[in-house]
């Protein structure tokens, strides 16, 4: 099953709201977490991520803390724009170095002027 | 810096053609990848190259095959194209794999008719 679990959209909201995009994965040691965004047309890029417990990924205006105690790596940003519409992914690092990055399923986010 | 390109933009394919999806990086990873993009499924891995001369396969490989003749280009082919092949196909690459950070090139969204 998919290892990383997030929050379904869409998710819209008004400029200048608060924004929290869930984001769980399964605890498997201490994998590097990341949060990978997508705007229309294009491909997916880095936005932010962490490399160990208690790390907080920043970029942007977009944070997401590694919490190990809830495995969770929820991405917040206090006031979003217009121009922060796109599909955001939550990736971990893989099992092991045979295997992949394992993406969640992405959560649309649109805002409304 | 050009990162990663993929060609065609986009393909509409009769089914039963093949068809091979260009992808080309000028960053030297060792590491690239072949994703399909559906809507509601997320990211899907087709197949992997840790290095240039090695392959593997992801996570939907039927009906797909890889190669990897040198570092830069990982070219992708449907050998017989069918309807549930229509999607965006993602190309990426990295420097190492696993906790690397992936570049994503622009997409190529194919319709199989």
């Known amino acids: 099953g998919n290892s990383v679990t997030q929050m379904e959209g869409p998710v819209t909201l008004s400029e200048e709201a608060f924004l929290t995009i869930n984001c769980t994965y399964t605890?498997?040691?201490?994998?590097?977490l990341f949060w990978y965004v997508q705007y229309p047309g294009e491909g997916l890029q880095l936005l932010l991520k962490a490399t160990k417990a208690d790390d907080k990924g920043s970029n942007k205006g977009f944070e997401a803390t590694y919490r190990k105690e809830t495995t969770s790596f929820h991405l917040e940003k206090g006031s979003v724009q217009v121009s922060d519409s796109a599909v955001y992914f939550c990736?971990?690092?893989?099992?092991?170095?045979?295997?992949?990055?394992?993406f969640g399923s992405g959560t649309r986010l649109s805002i409304r002027p | 810096t050009a990162g990663i390109t993929q060609a065609p933009t986009s393909q509409i394919l009769a089914a039963g053609r093949s068809m091979t999806l260009r992808c080309t990086q000028d960053m030297r990873h060792n590491a690239m990848y072949w994703y399909r993009q559906d809507l509601g499924l997320g990211l899907r891995l087709i197949h992997y190259?840790?290095?240039?001369?090695?392959?593997g396969k992801g996570e939907v490989p039927d009906g797909y095959s890889v190669s990897r003749a040198n570092t830069d280009d990982f070219p992708l082919t449907l050998a017989s194209a069918v309807p549930s092949q229509t999607s965006v196909y993602f190309c990426?690459?990295?420097?190492?794999?696993?906790?690397?950070?992936?570049?994503f090139g622009p997409g190529t969204r194919l319709t199989v008719l």
């Open positions: 190259s840790n290095t240039a001369g090695t392959t």
């Open positions: 990426a690459s990295s420097d190492k794999g696993g906790q690397d950070t992936q570049y």
């Open positions: 605890a498997t040691g201490y994998p590097s």
């Open positions: 990736a971990r690092e893989p099992y092991s170095s045979a295997s992949k990055i394992i």
